[in-house]
């Protein structure tokens, strides 16, 4: 036996490996939506997607739309108040939150 797993406390530090903790890959949220989700506030949830290198998915009911795929995303008839919840996937969930967020929450027009 190797002299650093003598103790019990040594062996467990040895065999835990190391976790970032602070950066999360994948981040969900339930919202309430203020506005519509159409094809233009798809398209646009589409292009922060590619540029935050993210993958995003919006589940309403039992429907779930992707970024993979914009009519996905339409086809979800998101009106204002309904109910929703969004999945991140990425590094840079954070940036692509607060993007998706202001365009579910009708704070933009998608145009930018």
Do not use: W
């Not at 467990?12 to 094809?39: C, Q, Y």
């Amino acid at each position: 036996m190797k002299r650093e797993y003598k103790t019990k406390i040594n062996h467990i530090e040895a065999a835990t490996p190391e976790v970032n903790t602070t950066a999360r890959a994948e981040v969900s949220f339930i919202m309430v939506a203020k506005g519509v989700l159409g094809f233009r506030e798809s398209a646009h949830i589409v292009k922060v997607a590619e540029d935050t290198d993210c993958k995003i998915s919006i589940a309403s009911g039992k429907k779930i739309g992707t970024t993979e795929s914009i009519l996905s995303l339409v086809n979800l008839g998101i009106n204002a108040g309904k109910s929703l919840v969004l999945n991140i996937k990425g590094e840079r969930n954070e940036e692509a939150f607060r993007e998706v967020s202001k365009i579910i929450a009708g704070e933009t027009d998608g145009n930018s």
